[in-house]
């Protein structure tokens, strides 16, 4: 069998081909060139600004000789009455973070029993010591009321680098300084949990909790303080001046149902022909 050879080329073909693909070599290349002058997007800026050096996220008042791994007086205390685990420093952004760092794990009652906090939150010692004595002194005594122990308080929110609720751009929320934690329930050992901001829990349960809470804490929010705290009940302690405090929580009920809506209307009167009743007459 003959072997097949290619047909030569024309030279005027072959000069065309050459043109057009030295034509889109060019605009290859002009087109990686106008990409290339194309700014690229520059990245969000974030909610915080991240610290360049060691001593800016840690704060002027940071002394590296104050470091040491005896408890603090705060410490001390606390472990009185709660259950802790002692945290490092902690360090954030735009003054977030602080010393003395625990994670109360539980608060210790006088007979010996513990109530759980589920999750454990991560505050500054002098808060939760506050929390903890609030707890063991107050609700636990006002549980007790309605007939089962205090067994556990399930929180909602505790140490968070934000703003407050959560805006961007807005002061330093004191949950950035573990100085507030946020109270969603209460578990009783019967298995009840008695949501705070349920209008079903008896009202002087709430009321008295309200009242107490806010004679302890300097900020108390809840609802109707505003669409942030609808669920849960905040809880700081901020120092203002003139020792100015905040107690918004309103203790609701039930709307009431209006008796008149329950009374069954009486059954509709049976339609008169005219002309029958003309016929009796």
């Not at 010692?125 to 122990?149: H, I, Q, T, Y």
């Not at 067994?151 to 505790?158: L, M």
């Not at 509709?268 to 022909?273: D, K, M, Q």
Request: glycine share 8%.
């Amino acid at each position: 069998m003959a072997p097949h050879i290619n047909p030569a080329i024309p030279a005027n073909i072959r000069a065309t081909r050459l043109a057009m693909a030295l034509l889109w070599l060019a605009g290859t290349g002009i087109g990686i060139a106008l990409a290339e002058d194309v700014p690229i997007p520059e990245p969000r800026p974030s909610l915080w600004t991240v610290p360049q050096t060691f001593r800016e996220a840690a704060s002027p008042d940071f002394n590296s000789a104050d470091i040491t791994s005896a408890p603090t007086e705060c410490d001390q205390r606390l472990g009185a009455i709660g259950v802790f685990e002692p945290m490092p420093r902690l360090i954030g952004p735009d003054s977030c973070g602080g010393e003395d760092m625990v994670r109360l794990d539980a608060v210790t009652l006088p007979g010996g029993a513990y109530i759980e906090l589920k999750t454990a939150p991560v505050l500054r010692c002098p808060f939760a010591e506050s929390l903890a004595a609030w707890l063991r002194d107050v609700a636990a005594s006002r549980a007790d009321k309605l007939g089962s122990p205090l067994h556990a308080v399930e929180t909602y929110d505790d140490f968070e680098c934000r703003g407050r609720n959560r805006v961007a751009g807005a002061k330093l929320s004191e949950h950035g300084k573990g100085n507030a934690v946020d109270l969603r329930s209460f578990v009783l050992a019967d298995g009840r949990i008695l949501t705070l901001t349920d209008m079903n829990v008896a009202k002087d349960f709430r009321d008295e909790l309200r009242d107490s809470a806010c004679n302890r804490f300097t900020t108390v929010l809840g609802p109707g303080s505003d669409s942030s705290h609808e669920s849960h009940i905040h809880l700081d302690l901020v120092a203002r001046r003139g020792g100015y405090r905040i107690c918004q929580w309103d203790v609701r009920t039930p709307p009431t149902t209006e008796v008149a809506a329950q009374v069954p209307l009486p059954p509709p009167r049976p339609t008169i022909n005219p002309s029958a009743a003309a016929r009796k007459m």
